[in-house]
């Protein structure tokens, strides 16, 4: 099993540490798909996944999914948060044992999901529909200084409901002079770099671990494809993720690094619990481990 960088009582007291610096943003890997942003005292989540979940759900079954990287941090004491994203319905987007802990440790957290699926992300974690903020393609919202809007994600289609709306979301967060991208799953699609390039992407959060028909999931880029699309939106440093989580769906960040160090773009691969900071004019730098 993977040790996390920093787990547990280690993580709380960093991000405590870093909670009142005024200059930049911090970042850490939780895992998966999942992000802390800290920026001026406040704090988003992507995608937590925080439990054991899938793995206790498939283990009897053909698609036993077996953790790789032990669990970075107990949601439940994470009592700082103020915002939450899940890119669409997967339980490694949107985890009942995760957001149920986070949403208790949290009143007033904001629980930004796709609109498309709203109705159903409440039903799972057992809250009234009302309380999630429900966003699509093109649409924005705000939340504790956190303006998030809204880009189609292709996982592995570009799929609307019968309203027109996007099941799986990808969103840009902008915060004081930053933009973070989170692609949520997604495959490169036509018009997604036109889409993404306007927003000056600071990080590109983005899942490697690729497709594969005997995974019988729904696959994501390759890492030289999300090297590619990191350079082709003008991302400043691009993140890999969605990988080392799961030993049925895993990927070696090895082919993003080589494509990432062939076509010029910045990168910086985190390992989980580990933090990444974003400054205005230095270009993102390491914490020292
Ligand atoms: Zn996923």
């Known amino acids: 099993m993977i040790r996390p960088l ?3 009582d280690a993580l709380l007291s960093e991000i405590a540490a870093t909670r009142a610096e005024p200059e930049g943003f911090r970042l850490w890997w939780l895992g998966q798909s999942g992000f802390l942003v800290q920026w001026r005292g406040r704090h988003l989540l992507f995608d ?4 054991d979940s899938l793995t206790k ?18 949601p439940a004491c994470l009592d700082f948060i103020d915002v939450a994203t899940s890119s669409h319905n997967h339980t490694d987007h949107l985890d009942a044992e995760t957001l149920g802990p986070l949403l208790e440790a949290n009143p007033d957290l904001v629980l930004v999901v796709p609109e498309a699926n709203r109705a159903f992300a409440a039903e799972r974690l057992g809250i009234d529909p009302a309380g999630p903020v429900g966003l699509d393609d093109g649409a924005e919202v705000e939340a504790a200084g956190f ?4 880009v189609p994600a292709a996982h592995e289609q570009i799929e609307r409901d019968e309203r027109g ?11 004081g002079s930053f933009a973070v991208y989170h692609s949520g799953d997604c495959v490169p699609y036509d018009g997604q770099p036109d889409r993404l390039r306007p927003f000056t992407v600071d ?3 983005l899942p490697i671990n690729g ?11 390759t890492g030289p494809e999300a090297a590619r699309l990191a350079h082709d939106i003008g991302a400043r440093v691009a993140v890999p993720c969605h990988y080392e989580m799961f030993e049925f769906n895993t990927a070696s960040p090895e082919a993003f690094v080589a494509e990432a160090t062939r076509i010029g773009q ?5 390992r989980a619990g580990e933090r990444m900071v974003v400054t205005e004019q230095g270009g993102a730098t390491g914490a020292p481990p």
């Open 57 to 74: 759900k498939y283990a009897a079954t053909d698609k036993p999914h077996v953790r790789m990287t032990e669990r970075v941090v107990d």
């Open 266 to 270: 910045p990168f910086r691969v985190l």
């Open 203 to 205: 990080v590109a959060l």
């Open 6 to 8: 920093r787990q547990d």
């Open 211 to 221: 497709r594969a028909a005997e995974r019988r999931v729904p696959g994501n880029f």
């Open 147 to 150: 303006r998030i809007a809204g």
């Open 48 to 51: 937590p996944y925080l439990s």
């Open 165 to 175: 709306r996007c099941r799986h979301l990808g969103y840009v967060v902008r915060f």
